[in-house]
Every structure is written in C-alpha cells, then in structure tokens.
C-alpha cells in the first residue's frame, strides 16, 4: 500500500531564516506531487505541483521555492520566511491515471 | 473559470441528526467531484468521489450525489456521531481524468454534540 510522509511534525522559525520541508512518498512510482498551504480559517491554496523530477509548476508567485530531487520525494523551500508564510502545509500525490489526491499529515510551522 | 462554494459553517449537531452540507461548483469541462475530510491537526483524507452526472459517492454512511443539472454534490449522512466532528472539503478536478489539480472549497467544520 501506498503511504506518504512528511516531516517535521511542527516547526518554529524566525523572520528572514530558511525553510526545508520534505514529503517522501512510498509504494508507488512517478506519482504526481502537490504542496498546498493551509491557512487558519481559509481553504486550501495549491503553490507547487510535479509531474516529473526536476519538472515544477508554480501556481501562486511567493518566497517559496520547490525542487523534486527523486521520484518520490518533494521539497519546499524559502531563503527567508516571513511571518505571512505561517500556516499548515500539506503534501499530497496522486496517480497519473486518476484525479483524487492523497494527502500527508501535514507540517504546522509558525514564523515569529 | 472553476470554482467551488461551500456553506457557511460551524455546523453544529446533535448525535445521531442528519447532516447535509451543501455544495455546488462552477466547470467549464466535465469535473470529478470529491468530498474530503480533515480532522483536528491532520491531513486531508478522501471520502468519497463522483465521476460523472448522477454518480452517487458513499462511505462511511455518508453519501453524495453529483448532479449537473443543479451543478451540486452535497453530502449527507443519516445519523451523524461524535467522531465525525471534523471539517468537510468539496473539491473538483476541472477535467476529470488524470490532469492532477484540484480546487477545493473553503472548508466547513462540524460539531457534533453527545
């Protein structure tokens, strides 16, 4: 069965430090991957997806960046995070035969 | 353009009411619909999908059913309990198939009250 993980749990950054947040999925191959940001009180907002290693579509312009080193894993990233960039972020990959998506437990980071 | 409009929530319950929870979308292609449901500080997990007109989604007792007349897919559920206590996503896929992004609704909380 498939599974996906994401790590860390919770984060706690300051303004202007870096972000690294990995989501490795296990037991399928050349899955489609999506980063989504979840902030309190809102719906969810797609920032990056992939299809491919190394083949990333940004969906909204920001300070984050994403790279898909392997098949299986996907990374987001920032140079510098600001307080606007708090919210809970979800993993999410799916097939490339069928649309539902499947999602990961999520890395709650909070910038001070 | 796509989009999905949820209601209002907190919708609040008491256990073993019937719950509907009201969506409806905009498409300009021939969506799949699905329902997802989140609960407190985890991931989104799927409910139930639809993939064509008069599909009708189940799981866990919940049910819904796409209709492209009204361009809806409510859920519904006869008797909810206090573990459904979550918050409830509607969400299409514009094309249906395999074009991968979804577009999800705000998100409506439920609690459901012993």
Redesign the interface.
């Known amino acids: 069965s498939q599974t996906i993980h ?1 790590w860390p749990a919770t984060l706690v950054q300051p303004v202007g430090s870096p972000l690294s947040l990995e989501c490795t999925v296990e037991g399928t191959s050349n899955p ?1 991957l ?1 980063w989504y940001r979840q902030a309190a009180g ?3 907002q ?1 920032l990056f ?1 992939s ?1 491919g290693i190394g083949q990333i579509s940004s ?1 909204v312009p920001q300070n984050l960046s994403a790279s898909r080193p392997q098949d299986r894993q996907f990374i987001l990233s920032s140079k510098k995070l600001l307080l606007s960039d708090s919210g809970f972020y ?1 993993c ?1 990959w ?13 890395t ?1 980071l909070t910038v001070t | 353009g796509n989009s999905v409009t949820q209601m209002e929530g907190p919708v609040t319950l008491s256990e073993e009411a019937f719950l509907t929870i009201n969506c409806t979308y905009t498409a300009t292609g021939y969506p ?1 619909l ?1 329902w ?1 449901v989140q609960y407190p ?6 409910l139930l ?1 639809a993939t064509k007109a008069d599909d009708k989604g189940s799981n866990k007792g919940f049910e819904a059913t796409y209709r492209k007349e009204t361009t809806s897919f409510h859920l519904e559920k006869g008797s909810v309990q206090v573990s459904d206590s979550a918050v409830y ?1 509607c969400a299409l ?1 514009p094309y ?7 577009i ?4 409506t909380k439920l609690s459901v009250k012993p």
Do not use: C, H, I, M
């Open positions: 994401q489609n999506y809102r719906g969810l797609l997806y299809v969906e979800l999410a799916s097939t490339t035969r069928a649309d539902e998506q499947y999602f990961g437990p999520g709650r | 799949s699905f997802y500080g985890e991931g989104l997990q799927l999908k996503f896929s249906g198939g395999s074009q991968g992004n979804l999800f609704g705000k998100g």
